[in-house]
């Protein structure tokens, strides 16, 4: 891998940006593969590179049916954090917070982390008492997080307006949360993968998979049979059809999700700030537009367009909030197809079928969950066991009932 370097930008500069070459290969796949991975999106491309770099498994190809990163990866509104409720889900997803602090080093890509802090808002005596307990509970996992005064939230946040008709009476804010560029991670992985040996397919769609023995041994294609010893479905949206051509059913309700940027407008808005009750959260991109987004479609779609009524009632609680917005022009509007669990966490590590594996369920939050994803899927992929940080996350537990429900803390809160 050619490495990136302030050197190296000025000398392309220099000779007109001329001499750059491809970041990964666009590979044609082969007859098989030690590990397929269904799936170009972040976790799919994370779990190549953690394969290839920390279990030195190389024989591996990520299959994807369009282009890479153009799923939820490259649509999300860039939220880290790992501000979640439960143990299980705290220790994970700050797991991954430390990796994304380190991401840009270790793969050698500018991912533009910039922890400038997720703030919650509490509207109510109620929201207070909730969310000083999921403040303290963050803080009993080891993990800042702090509580903030209305004054203190009046200082950060100029803007926003705390008297109105969703008066603020406090929050809480993880100041090791922020936004960090989904491109660049998407790309950053891909390319770091590609470089150690794992070849990046792209439109190449799975239609199918082959099993022997209550194993599996391949997946059809659009360009044909590729066979695997292991394969992993990371697929997102997609992921209750494809399981189903596996023959599982997935708890898994799939949804558009949108989101929504205005016009650039000069530093307003030096947090990320959301709000649980008028389910809507903002934060301004390095470009200047302010970035906006809700809750899910309100019912089950495999669209990649978000509906107008949602669409209105987020706008309508951030002009709320920030009333100064309401003089913007709305710039862009785009959704995704997030797979919501019935508890809103994911589903990570072994199938009833040998040899297969998944990664799903992020719903409306798993791009923070980037680096973890794939780092603890390829441990467990390599091994067969579940890593310790995804043991609770695993698909049985609707079977024996042990959910971790996220709701509040996964909700609207991304
Ligand atoms: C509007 C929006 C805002 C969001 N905001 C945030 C946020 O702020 N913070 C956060 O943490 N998360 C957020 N998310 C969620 C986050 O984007 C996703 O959870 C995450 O990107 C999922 O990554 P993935 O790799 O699993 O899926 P994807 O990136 O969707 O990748 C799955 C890939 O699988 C491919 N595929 C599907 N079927 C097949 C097949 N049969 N064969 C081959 N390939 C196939 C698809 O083309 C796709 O590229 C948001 C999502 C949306 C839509």
């Known amino acids: 891998m050619r490495r990136y370097s302030f050197l190296h930008l000025a000398w392309q500069a220099l000779r007109g940006n001329r001499g750059w070459r491809p970041a990964w290969r666009n590979a044609e796949p082969t007859s098989g593969y030690e590990v397929v991975i269904i799936g170009g999106g972040g976790h799919g491309l994370a779990t190549a590179y953690y394969l290839a770099k920390n279990q030195g498994i190389r024989n591996v190809a990520v299959l ?26 705290v220790a994970f997803f700050d797991h991954s917070l430390k990796l994304y602090e380190g991401l840009g080093r270790e793969l050698n890509l500018n991912v533009m982390l910039s922890q400038r802090g997720v703030l919650n808002l509490a509207h109510s005596e109620h929201d207070m008492e909730l969310q000083r307990r999921w403040c303290n509970a963050i803080r009993m996992s080891g993990v800042d997080s702090e509580w903030l005064t209305r004054d203190a939230i009046r200082a950060l946040v ?22 960090c560029r989904h491109d660049a991670v998407v ?9 150690l040996g794992v070849d990046i397919v792209q439109s190449c769609e799975v239609t199918g998979f082959k099993f022997a023995n209550g194993k599996v041994r391949a997946v059809a294609t659009s360009r044909g049979i590729i066979g695997a010893d292991k394969v992993v479905m990371s697929v997102a949206g997609y992921s209750s059809e494809l399981a189903r051509l596996a023959g599982i059913e997935l708890p898994i309700t799939t949804m558009a999700l949108q989101a929504m940027v205005t016009e650039p407008v000069r530093p307003v808005l030096n947090t990320m700030v959301i709000s649980g009750l008028v389910h809507a959260y903002v934060s301004q991109s390095d470009r200047g537009e302010i970035v906006i987004g809700g809750g899910a479609d309100a019912y089950p779609s495999y669209a990649q367009r978000g509906g107008l009524p949602q669409m209105r009632d987020v706008v309508r609680a951030v002009v709320e909030l920030f009333p100064s917005f309401s003089r913007l022009k709305m710039l862009r509007q785009w959704a995704g197809r997030v797979d ?61 009932g042990a959910l971790i429900d996220e709701g509040a803390a996964a909700g609207v809160a991304h």
Not at 66 to 83: C, F, H
Not at 187 to 195: E, H, I, L, Q, V
Not at 365 to 371: L, N, R, S, Y
Not at 372 to 388: D, L, N, S, V
């Open 64 to 89: 994807e049916r369009g282009a890479i990163g153009l799923g939820n990866s490259g649509r999300n509104t860039q939220v880290v954090r790992s501000n979640y409720f439960y143990p299980q889900s």
């Open 158 to 179: 100029p803007p926003l307006n705390l008297d109105g008709r969703f008066p603020v009476l406090g929050g809480f804010i993880q100041r090791r949360g922020g936004i």
């Open 187 to 195: 790309w950053g992985y891909a390319r770091a993968a590609s470089s």
């Open 340 to 400: 919501i669990t019935p508890d809103t966490s994911p589903i990570m590590g072994v199938t009833p079928i040998d040899g297969l594996f998944i990664n799903c369920g992020w719903g409306t939050g798993g791009f923070k969950a980037i680096p973890a994803g794939g780092h603890t899927m390829a441990h467990t992929i390599a091994t067969g066991t579940p890593h310790p940080l995804i043991e609770s996350f695993g698909l049985d537990r609707f079977r024996t």
